[in-house]
């Protein structure tokens, strides 16, 4: 199975700066139709997860443009640009390349 | 508007067999694929299985062998049937929608005790 590995944040994050999570996988998500099979959800506490990115750097219907996502094969980064006090929850990275699909363990976000 | 609802049993005893059911409105089940994914406590968000819009199915090798997805088209239902159940499986249970995830279910709690 492709292992998906996210790292931590300092929280809690001030309010308005900018953060970065990171994801790594054992595996390149690189599809030969050139898309990466790598996607970003957001579970705020008590809801479902939400997507927020798809194909690596595809935003969801209705996502701010606060969120970026970006990566290579194996390394990927959410990019949260001036976080808000609605941003706070886990995100999530998973991979839609093979079956197994996989989910990373979650990174949590709090704000300050 | 799309939306999903899973509902199912609170408890279940060990041994049985879980039955979820996800009703879906706002889109067709013949034009999307629909997951099925739980959150443990144990090992967080884990991806069970999917229907696609065809009406063939693909399961996670960890449940293979105890877990059945289908669906009834004329009532936009998606149907988890997982058996032998553990205490492990204690969890929440989520549909969702398409390859990729773009609309979940509430999610809907399942307690596995005697």
């Known amino acids: 199975d492709i292992v998906m590995t996210q790292g931590a944040l300092p929280n809690p994050v001030p309010s308005g700066e900018s953060v970065s999570i990171t994801c790594r996988s054992s595996?390149?998500?690189?599809?030969?139709?050139?898309?990466?099979?790598l996607n970003w959800y957001l579970q705020r506490p008590g809801q479902s997860p939400q997507l927020l990115i798809y194909?690596?750097?595809t935003r969801a219907s209705g996502v701010s443009d606060r969120f970026s996502g970006s990566g290579s094969g194996t390394d990927f980064t959410l990019k949260i640009s001036g976080v808000e006090a609605e941003d706070v929850g886990v995100y999530y990275c998973?991979?839609?390349?093979?079956?197994?699909?996989?989910f990373g363990s979650g990174t949590k976000l709090e704000i300050k | 508007q799309v939306q999903l609802k899973e509902t199912g049993p609170g408890l279940v005893q060990p041994t049985q067999t879980l039955s979820i059911t996800c009703t879906v409105s706002g889109f067709s089940l013949t034009s999307y694929y629909m997951q099925w994914v739980r959150q443990t406590p144990g090992k967080g968000l884990e991806w069970m299985g999917f229907?696609?819009?065809?009406?063939?199915?693909e399961y996670n090798s960890e449940f293979k062998s105890r877990l059945s997805i289908s669906r009834d088209t004329s009532k936009n239902q998606v149907f988890l049937k997982m058996n032998s159940l553990k205490t492990e499986d204690t969890g929440v249970y989520y549909c969702?929608?398409?390859?990729?995830?773009?609309?979940w279910g509430q999610g809907v709690m399942v307690t596995v005790s005697s």
């Open positions: 229907i696609r819009s065809g009406g063939s199915t």
């Open positions: 595996k390149s998500l690189l599809y030969s139709d050139g898309k990466t099979y």
């Open positions: 998973q991979q839609g390349l093979e079956f197994p699909f996989t």
């Open positions: 194909w690596m750097s």
């Open positions: 969702a929608r398409a390859y990729w995830f773009d609309y």
